[in-house]
């Protein structure tokens, strides 16, 4: 079992960044894939970015490449997700998530990750 826990979310201005923590309890954390997902009332969540186990393999939506970064100190059993250059569409509840199940590559399907946090609000002004 892992449990999450996010935090780092808040309120900013466009053009600005923020940086979510997952903390994760639990041994396998270190062995888990893990994502970032994001979800605003009436949509279906969004892939944001994921990264496996060993954080040797990352990938990406293609609304936030190049100004989003995911990262994973399994030392510390902490996940992170650096935001850049936020855009007001940005704005959204962000959740990280972590897979029991072994992938050899980074999936972006929500269904496929078993744990998951309680979310956190990141909201961008213009």
């Known amino acids: 079992q892992v449990q999450l826990v996010e935090s780092g979310g808040g309120l900013v201005q466009a053009g600005g960044s923020l940086k979510l923590s997952c903390a994760a309890s639990?041994?396998?954390?270190?062995?888990?894939?893990m994502g970032w997902f994001r979800q605003v009332p009436g949509k279906e969540r969004e892939f944001v970015a994921g990264?496996?186990?060993?954080?040797?393999?990352?990938r990406y939506g293609d609304s936030v490449k190049g100004r989003f970064t995911i990262s994973k100190d399994n030392a510390k059993n902490t996940g992170y997700l650096q935001m850049n250059s936020l855009k007001v569409e940005d704005t959204a509840v962000y959740y990280c998530?972590?897979?029991?199940?072994?992938?050899?590559?980074?999936?972006?399907?929500?269904?496929?990750?078993?744990?998951w946090g309680q979310g956190t609000q990141v909201t961008v002004s213009s």
């Open positions: 639990g041994r396998t954390f270190s062995s888990s894939n």
């Open positions: 998530a972590a897979q029991s199940r072994y992938f050899n590559y980074v999936t972006t399907t929500a269904s496929t990750y078993d744990y």
């Open positions: 990264i496996r186990w060993s954080g040797g393999s990352t």
